[in-house]
């Protein structure tokens, strides 16, 4: 294996994990809800579910760069979900939620990772650069928007609220 | 609305901004009938917290009326007059679930920003930087509070205004420094600063059965308030304080000793604000100083309560604390843990917090008051604003 295409192949591999104290089967059902994943990414990209298995994606990076790409589920097993970019994708990218119990009464481990693949080879600076987002962050947020949403029903914001700026509030 | 913002280094005004709104279904908008300044304010207004930004609502310690309400608010309702504690908890996570609020695995927005300093993101907390949630505060006329069902504490009929803000944050804050030290029958219990957080910290003590409580400052006007709660003041400017402590516990030392001075200046934590902390070293001194004196003073095998607000002190001496086999507790205030019981020792007497509230402002004139609070100035323990 060459030991530098290893190196860029790990820094464009994003992975988080959280534990929520919820069961698995519970968590499953509420991540493959359309609903959700339109609102886990906001701070990466706009999810357009389609339908059950398929969205199509949207990140803005800086400088006014759009990149789309259209997802599909690959697999959806009891403990794990994984779908993949179809072809044609501006920046192909897979993802992979494993599922397993947490120890004692402490609920479900959710171990995610998305694999992106950007145009002109694995780099893992070019999907931040693309983004405007580290890869580990783009998933980290996710899981983060995830578990309060499936342990509160809601994400926390401050977005819009009051502050001496921008006409009086903050966006 | 009219909002107390910040808007730079010590720049402080009051300006007109848009009102909340309600953001999430569990929010309710507050009407804010009580607002009062807390030391840690102080570092953010002095930009020693790098993640503030121009235009923030401050204020973290308030109670108001319920004005408006999400349609998942099920508990509190429009009228109810409640106390807010300055950390925001869902009330569903592992953390509330065992009565640790402060570390709330859901209420930050902005963990991006916070988790590389601290390896996890805690609760959001109104006004204390955008690293700590960025939520907007409660130096205005309204303030958005989410988890209303979890974070609003009605207030009973006959607790004045007064009473019920300090509850906020001071009063639970001090309770649960003195919960930690797990007082038994007998045990002396001395604590470093008489502000509002040291003063809560005294009388929450004696609550839980001090058989003495010594009050550590130098300012007379604070001491004398420690001294009016029953506890025994120390000057540390006119005496040795662990001779003092000594003499006073019959050479074994306080049981527990609890610091509520802190080293507000490192603020968050953030290396950047560390390092003006060093610049300005008689900050960073003199408030090293009174943790340092307390693991000194601490009797063996005793125990260590933190509430002073720490950042990165990279000079800690930690073998005292090894070698004394001292218990050491610490956390940012989980406040809904003890928020119903200080209610209850309020409306008996047993809690008094509106002794805090020295100073009284509009807040149109809450500049006023912060730049009093700062200085110390008319013997000033909390400026307190009525917008």
Redesign the interface.
């Known amino acids: 294996m060459n030991p530098v295409q290893s190196d860029n192949a790990i820094k464009a591999a994003a992975r988080a994990s959280v ?1 929520i ?1 919820r069961p698995a089967d519970e968590l499953r059902t509420l991540w493959l809800d359309p609903g959700t994943q339109s609102r886990i990414w906001t701070h990466f990209a706009e999810v357009n579910p389609l339908d059950g298995r398929t969205a199509e994606w949207l990140a803005r990076g800086p400088a006014g760069g759009e990149y789309r790409w259209r997802s599909e589920a690959v697999e959806v097993g009891p403990d794990e979900i994984r779908w993949s970019s179809l072809d044609g994708a501006d920046v192909p990218n897979t993802g992979q939620l494993i599922f397993r119990p947490a120890p004692g009464d ?2 479900t481990e959710l171990h995610l990772e998305v694999r992106f693949d950007p145009p002109g080879g694995v780099i893992g600076e070019a999907v931040s650069k693309l983004f405007h987002i580290v890869p580990g ?1 783009i998933v ?2 996710a899981l ?1 928007k995830f ?2 949403l499936a ?20 966006r | ?1 009219r ?1 107390l ?1 910040w ?1 730079g280094v010590n720049d402080l ?1 009051v ?7 309600i ?4 929010d309710v908008i507050l009407k804010v009938r009580l607002s009062t300044t807390c030391g840690s304010d102080l570092h953010l207004i002095d930009g020693l917290i790098p993640t503030m ?5 401050l204020g973290h310690e308030f109670m108001g009326e319920i004005v408006d309400v999400g349609r ?1 608010v099920t508990k509190v309702k429009r009228g109810d007059r409640v106390v807010v504690p300055s950390f ?1 908890a ?1 009330g ?3 953390y509330c ?1 065992h009565d640790l609020y402060s570390l709330c ?8 920003l916070q ?1 590389p300093l601290l390896g996890y ?1 805690t609760a ?1 907390i109104y006004a204390y930087s955008h690293a700590f ?4 505060g409660s130096h ?1 006329e309204y303030v ?1 509070v ?2 209303a069902d979890t974070d609003c504490f009605v207030v009973p009929d006959g607790l004045a205004d007064e009473d019920a803000l300090f509850i906020s944050d001071a009063a639970p804050t001090g309770f649960m420094g003195a919960d930690f030290c797990n007082i038994q029958r007998g045990d002396l219990v001395a604590v470093w600063g008489c502000g509002g957080v040291g003063l809560m910290a005294q009388q929450g003590a004696m609550i839980l059965g001090a058989e003495r409580v010594i009050a550590i400052d130098q300012y007379p006007e604070r001491l004398a308030k420690a001294e009016a709660f029953g506890a025994i003041p120390l000057d540390f400017t006119k005496v040795d304080v662990i001779d003092a402590l000594k003499e006073l516990t019959g050479g074994r030392g306080p049981d527990a000793c609890i610091d509520a001075v802190g080293m507000e200046a490192a603020g968050t934590g953030l290396q950047h604000a560390y390092d003006r902390v060093k610049q300005a070293l008689y900050m960073e001194t003199d408030r090293g100083t009174a943790l340092r004196q307390a693991m000194l003073a601490v009797r063996k095998g005793g125990t260590l309560s933190i509430l002073g607000v720490y950042g990165l002190m990279d000079k800690f001496p930690l073998g005292l604390l090894m070698n004394k086999g001292v218990t050491v507790r610490t956390a940012q205030q989980h406040g809904q843990a003890y928020v119903p019981r200080l209610l209850e020792h309020a409306l008996r007497g047993e809690l008094t917090p509106a002794a805090l509230a020295t100073h009284r402002f509009s807040l149109e004139d809450s500049p006023t008051g912060y730049h009093m609070f700062k200085h110390k100035e008319d013997g000033c323990v909390r400026a307190v604003f009525a917008p």
């Not at chain 1, 926390?156 to 009086?168: E, H, N, W």
């Not at chain 2, 300006?15 to 709104?21: I, Q, R």
């Not at chain 2, 695995?105 to 991006?112: A, L, N, Q, R, Y």
Request: glycine share 12%.
């Open positions: 534990t104290g402490r609920g962050e980290r947020h983060y578990r309060a342990l509160t029903g809601e994400i926390p914001t401050t977005d819009p609220q009051p502050a001496a700026r921008k006409g009086g509030a903050d | 609305m909002a913002c808007n005004r300006e007109t901004v848009a009102d909340p709104a953001l999430n279904p569990k930004r121009e235009g923030d609502v998942e925001i869902c569903q996570c592992w679930q695995d859901t209420s930050h927005p902005k963990p991006e988790e993101p959001g949630g960025g939520y907007a205005a958005r989410p988890f």
